[in-house]
């Protein structure tokens, strides 16, 4: 008998931990109160627990605490980094294959002054450090480089990327987003300046994330929202006491578990894959020896992905990154030179601490019993 649905999409989106549920639900209920309110005890209590969690997050991440940014995601804190420190007249270098939250941005950068260059990616999605030393030309350059690819899974080799930025004077700042809670994260060990965090890839709540940036960098951030004085002038609004708890409790949990869920993430995955590599046009994009036991990225040459997953509704994944499906071709696999027909049958299938050995064996049979049909129909058309 079918399940109700398998959840192969977690680098879209974690299913919140226990944990954080539980803090969520505890500051909600009975924690309730306004960090900045502290004529009282509830507002003082609850500035104490905004400073546990910011403790929490700096130690867990190699970083001071003052360094510790919190706001809605990455997309902000990708934002507030880039926008506070990329100036016109200097020069900004991203990969080809970063979050449009970076690509974006600094397309709107060169249309006042800055130069903006996107460095080159080899066939396994991994940065060209020719290309990157070649792109960093003038002073006052920014380099943007994601920690791992929201896409395919494949993790940078960012202390390099750093020594080859302190080597000519750049700042580097990373994304961490797909990263955090899945494998070892720390601004001092990577040689970066600042971090990207997004509390919803690890089991987090939506809404949640940080930006993390050296002691040195904190009195260059310029604030995107203003009118408050929260995060030391840096972000303004109410803080969000129950979802900064939440994503810490999260961070505590995945820290605590990395090491067994990565085990286990990739025996799933090895089972997946070894389960329908003799299927029909089956093949992988980037390389699998630098990449997130939680990914899967290829498809079925020939098999349209957005076809196939119409097709099993029941198996939750996606065509490209979630920021992506649905619009034009992946930016990513174009960038790593992927052909357009393997392009158009690429699939994300991402594990998470809470997919089970059930969810895997459903999956490799109902991508058993539809690929081979999808495949014969494409043939024959």
Known sequence: MTRTSIYLDAQATEKPRPQALA???????????????????????ALARLENARSIVASHLGACTDGVIFCSGASEANNL???????????????????????????????????????????????????LRRKLIGADTVVSIMHANNETGVIQPIRD???????????????????????????????????????????????????????????????????????????????????????SSALDAAIAEMKSSANRMLSYRDTLMAGVQDLPGFFVNGTMDERLACNFSGGFEGVDANLLMRQVPTLQMSAGSACTTGRASSHVLEAMGVSEARRRASLRLSISWSTSKADIAEAIHVLRTVVPRLSDRASSA
Do not use: W, Y
Not at 166 to 183: E, M, P, S
């Open 23 to 45: 803090a969520i639900t505890h500051h909600l209920t009975h924690g309730f109160g306004n960090p900045s309110a502290t004529a009282h005890d509830r507002g003082r209590s």
């Open 81 to 131: 980094f880039l926008k506070s420190l990329v100036q016109p007249g200097g020069s900004f270098v991203a990969s080809a294959i970063e979050h449009k939250s970076v690509l974006q941005p600094g397309e709107a950068f060169s249309q006042i002054g800055t130069r903006f260059l996107t460095c080159d990616v080899d066939t396994d999605g991994r940065v060209d450090l020719d290309d």
């Open 161 to 247: 990327i750093a020594e080859v930025c302190r080597d000519h004077g750049a700042i580097l700042h990373v994304d961490a987003a797909q990263t955090v809670g899945k494998i070892p994260v720390s601004l001092e060990k990577l040689g970066a300046d600042a971090l990207t965090v997004s509390g919803h890839k690890f089991g987090g709540p939506v809404g949640s994330g940080a930006l993390i940036v050296k002691p040195d960098l904190i009195r260059s951030l310029v604030p995107l929202i203003i009118g408050g004085g929260q995060e030391a002038g840096i972000r303004a609004g109410t803080t969000p006491i129950a979802l900064i708890a939440g994503m």
